[in-house]
């Protein structure tokens, strides 16, 4: 079974944002893009688009509120830029943004919300904290999301990737899945991650957990859907 609703992407045209996209033309299901730029969306994706666009920032409740709108999921792929000293600090989009989007988005109707988070955020001496603290401020996005979301009539999934790395395409991989950060490093394609966030929207198993995932040895896959049952019954 695959999803039926309008998906909004926010995050678009990040590198894993761009690999979302990819994966919901892939499986043909509708989608609008929430993003900075109009114009590097454009440019990476053609003119196609230009009826699916929000021009904004999440840090902006009326462009949220226009963005969601008709939107029936969103996933969430955006991240402050914890190295470049001109960006919002991780408070400001790692916490605030992702706080805001998502109760924004709940309010105004989207049912499910799909959130892509980081390795590790349960430690606060884990290294990445020493910038901004943005480990710690995603844990705080990741816990409203699952306030709000975890209500009866919503639903959302929550994914926590080891490093981020561009290599390969999806499914090309054995995944290593765990739920309670347990998992201590690893590095994963963005690739898997966008079709982790994508496969989530119609895995009922995926619903209302959140996930740990890095990648294995080479081994292709047909989808990510045993990875969240084998993780779902864990006690």
């Known amino acids: 079974?695959?999803?039926s609703g309008t998906v909004l992407v926010a995050g678009a045209t990040g590198r894993t944002g761009q690999w979302v996209v990819k994966r919901l033309q892939h499986y043909g299901i509708d989608y609008r893009l929430f993003v900075r730029s109009g114009e590097k969306a454009l440019e990476l994706f053609g003119p196609e688009v230009v009826d699916r666009l929000t021009i904004g920032s999440i840090e902006s409740e009326s462009d949220i509120?226009?963005?969601?709108?008709?939107?029936?999921?969103?996933?969430?792929?955006?991240?402050?830029?914890?190295?470049?000293?001109?960006?919002?600090?991780?408070?400001?989009?790692?916490?605030?943004?992702?706080?805001?989007?998502?109760?924004?988005?709940?309010?105004?109707?989207?049912k499910r919300f799909i959130l892509v988070s980081?390795?590790?955020?349960?430690?606060?001496?884990?290294?990445?904290?020493?910038?901004?603290?943005?480990l710690t401020m995603k844990l705080e996005g990741e816990n409203e999301v699952r306030r709000l979301y975890g209500e009866q009539g919503f639903g959302y999934t929550i994914l926590?990737?080891?490093?981020?790395?561009?290599?390969?395409?999806p499914l090309q991989h054995a995944i290593l899945f765990d739920k309670g950060d347990r998992i201590e490093?690893?590095?994963i394609n963005r690739s898997d991650v966008a079709e982790a966030a994508v496969e989530a929207?119609?895995?009922?198993?995926?619903?209302?957990?959140?996930?740990?995932?890095?990648?294995?040895?080479?081994?292709?896959?047909?989808?990510?859907?045993?990875?969240?049952?084998?993780?779902?019954?864990?006690?």
């Open 118 to 134: 980081s390795l590790a955020v349960t430690k606060p001496d884990h290294p990445l904290n020493k910038y901004g603290n943005v």
């Open 1 to 3: 079974m695959q999803y």
């Open 185 to 187: 490093t690893g590095t």
């Open 160 to 169: 926590r990737p080891g490093g981020l790395i561009d290599e390969d395409g």
């Open 201 to 235: 929207l119609w895995i009922s198993e995926a619903r209302n957990l959140t996930f740990e995932l890095i990648q294995q040895e080479a081994a292709p896959r047909e989808s990510f859907e045993h990875y969240y049952k084998q993780v779902a019954l864990k006690q």
């Open 65 to 110: 509120d226009a963005a969601v709108k008709n939107a029936d999921a969103v996933i969430c792929a955006v991240g402050g830029n914890v190295m470049d000293p001109e960006s919002p600090p991780p408070s400001a989009i790692d916490r605030d943004g992702v706080v805001r989007f998502a109760s924004r988005s709940k309010k105004l109707g989207v």
